[in-house]
């Protein structure tokens, strides 16, 4: 295919690598001859494969958009460069001017979910696709773009944000090595997408057009399927939009069949908006005034989701009535946490239902020293494992014992896991009425057990104390400040 100029061009987009002009029912799309290191296009040849790439690899979710490639020739009728013909879409259905405009419904997000899970699932897997999905990749492409990125602190973006980036996202990755091993042994690491943008989308009558996949680096596009998602959310959430984010998150994981902890949802919503970051610092190093704004944009929604991404082991501990299970349940809802109580787990490892009656005196049948530390050993193996897959846990136990608490303190630590340590406290006269008014409770203390451990509680000084004397919507907010 040739082109020939036309008259009625009506309009160009630019971007760092390339620019599309727009002429009656067609769009032309230009390679610019850049080399930013991770991508290189100043060869007129690369550029041509490239674009014969682009159209093959788009084809894949829009057919009918993309034509083929056409050569641009000189005056001697040699090729010099290349273009991307494709039908032009409809501005006005661009998924980034609906939202912008409040008006999304939320059934076209739902549609986007199920085409691109769909598209997953029918995606190119394989040995070289899943080496790009371990831990250690990613951890490499999060590093390059550090070092891609530091140039600018102090300049286009605050330093003490790049810092903490650069902290939490060393640190969830650490601990997580057998998360991104399941990720991989359950094939969820494919030939994707790459660079789902909103702008790139267009929301017709017949079913969303998704174009402009990444296709200069086949490792780049080789991504977890939660991962390329989670660059359209990302990107909804930067538009103002974080109810459309969440919802397309959720349907996806709905319709992928993929239940990913909240935690890596968060870690890779973080990734691809430091892409963005990265990609706002190139177009300001080019000369783009207007890029400085949104690389500082993307760097706050990298920060805010690897905080919320940071995986913790949360100890609730106190006295019996104190409130430590009440509060602990709270938390575990509102946290997406994984709850793990010691009193069911001390009643399943001697063979008892949780609601069965086993009271003793203190220290004694089931709660004696052997059946306390077989409990407390299950609580930190279960915690352990549960870490590493990047689940937040909270164990509800009494934490009575510093040795205990030192093993779990250890669990966290091997998982790169942040221990929050809280002591439920109420008066002795809330705690007493308490237990002798409760009914249907696992917990088998009695008045007199609760006293006879008030005075062997080892001293915990690293504990934050949370009052429980009120509500539980109290109780809550104290914890959850604790929590950072």
Known sequence: MTATLRRDWTGVRETHIGA???????????????????LDFTRRETRQEVCHREVALNRRLAPDVYLGV?????????????????????????????????????????????????????????????????????????????????????????????????????????GRETLFDHRVAKGHIVDG???????????????????????????????????????????????????LAGRLLERYVEFAGDPAPPALRHHYLAYRAFVR?????????????????????????????????????????????????????????RLGATLISSDRVRKELAGIPPERDAAAGYEQGIYDAEHTGRTYAELNRRAGTLLALGETVVLDASWRAADHRVHATEVGAATSSHVVPLRCWAPDAITTARLTTRRNSISDATPAVAHRMAATVAEWPEAHTVFTAGTEEDSLVQALAYLG
């Open 20 to 38: 599309v002009f727009f002429a009656g029912e067609l769009a032309y799309k230009l390679k610019k001859p850049v080399d930013f290191g991770f």
């Open 70 to 174: 056409a050569d641009v020739t000189g005056p001697d009728g040699e090729p010099c460069d290349h273009l991307v013909v494709m039908r032009r879409m409809p501005e006005e259905r661009r998924l980034a001017t609906l939202v912008r405009a409040g008006e999304v419904p939320v059934g076209t997000i739902d549609e986007l979910a199920r085409t691109v899970a769909a598209f997953h699932s029918r995606a190119d897997r394989g040995p070289g696709i899943s080496a790009a999905g371990t831990r250690d990749a990613l951890r490499h492409r999060w590093r390059d773009s550090f070092s891609q990125v530091r140039p600018f602190a102090g300049t286009v973006l605050d330093p003490s944000v790049t810092a903490e980036i650069e902290r939490l996202t060393e640190e969830f990755l650490a």
């Open 193 to 243: 997408h790459g660079d789902l943008l909103a702008d790139d989308i267009f929301c017709l009558d017949d079913g969303p057009r998704i174009l402009d996949c990444l296709e200069f680096d086949d490792r780049l596009r080789w991504v977890d399927g939660l991962d390329d998602i989670a660059f359209l959310a990302m990107d909804l959430e930067r538009l103002g939009a974080p109810a």
């Open 277 to 333: 970051v990265k990609v706002a610092c190139l177009r300001s190093a080019q000369g783009d005034a207007g890029a400085a704004e949104p690389a500082r944009q993307y760097a706050g929604i990298a920060v805010r989701h690897l905080r919320a991404a940071r995986v913790r082991l949360v100890l609730v501990g106190g006295l019996p009535a104190s409130g430590k299970s009440t509060l602990a349940g709270a938390l575990a809802d």
